[in-house]
């Protein structure tokens, strides 16, 4: 059974640009989220879908946004750039959604904005 | 959220059993407590996770206390594999997994 995969596995973009990151899910996994991962901030939520629905949103700007599509493979997108937006971006997919459930992360997309 | 406290790092020797300890003194009763891990340069792992009663599986075994104030994560046999960030995470109806600090498990021969 294949896992999840993120791509690409690295980037580097300018400040100001954009980017677009793609996650798809473990296949029947209907949940998945984002996650941003610095040294200084670690772990921190984005958001998550299910079923093409965001369902929570973490503390972060509207420069952050996403989306599900109805195969639930997500995308993530963050516009205007800034030095501050490099970090490991983790998208996690779970069977269903909610405190009961186990997530499973895939190995992430580098971002480094310059 | 209801808040975990871990130690930082830990030490163990291969082959020995590695007990990882948590603390969440405002666990409310619909908190489960997960366990994750992450390795250098990957992406989190699921380990183990449970509501009230100790849990078993291939990875790792969880012990819960009787008033759920505490759980420690039981590595039977630790593995050079086996060094990597643990976190302790309580998860309630929310969508987020709250990852704190963790604890580091260096893993020696």
């Known amino acids: 059974k294949a896992g999840v995969t993120q791509t690409p596995r690295y980037l580097i973009k300018t400040r100001g640009q954009q980017v677009t990151l793609s996650c798809s899910p473990i296949?029947?996994?209907?949940?998945v989220s984002w996650y941003q991962q610095t040294p200084g901030q670690g772990l921190q939520f984005l958001f998550e879908?299910?079923?093409?629905?965001?369902?929570n949103k973490g503390n972060f700007p509207g420069r952050f946004s996403g989306r599900q599509f109805s195969n639930s493979r997500s995308e993530m997108n963050v516009s205007t750039l800034e030095l501050g937006d490099s970090a490991l971006y983790l998208c996690a997919s779970s069977l269903l959604s909610g405190e009961n459930t186990e997530a499973f992360f895939g190995q992430g997309t580098r971002l480094t904005v310059v | 959220d209801a808040k975990t406290t871990q130690p930082n790092s830990m030490e163990s020797n291969e082959e020995e059993p590695v007990h990882l300890p948590c603390n969440h003194s405002?666990?409310?009763?619909?908190?489960?407590i997960h366990w994750y891990r992450q390795l250098p340069s990957q992406g989190p792992e699921y380990v183990i996770h449970g509501l009230t009663s100790n849990v078993n599986n291939r990875m790792a075994s969880l012990a819960i206390a009787e008033d759920r104030k505490s759980s420690t994560l039981i590595l039977h046999r630790a593995t050079l594999r086996d060094a990597a960030v643990y976190y302790c995470i309580l998860r309630d109806s929310g969508y987020a997994l709250n990852f704190g600090k963790g604890t580091s498990l260096l893993v020696t021969p």
């Open positions: 405002t666990i409310s009763g619909t908190d489960y």
């Open positions: 296949s029947g996994h209907r949940s």
């Open positions: 879908y299910f079923s093409e629905t965001q369902r």
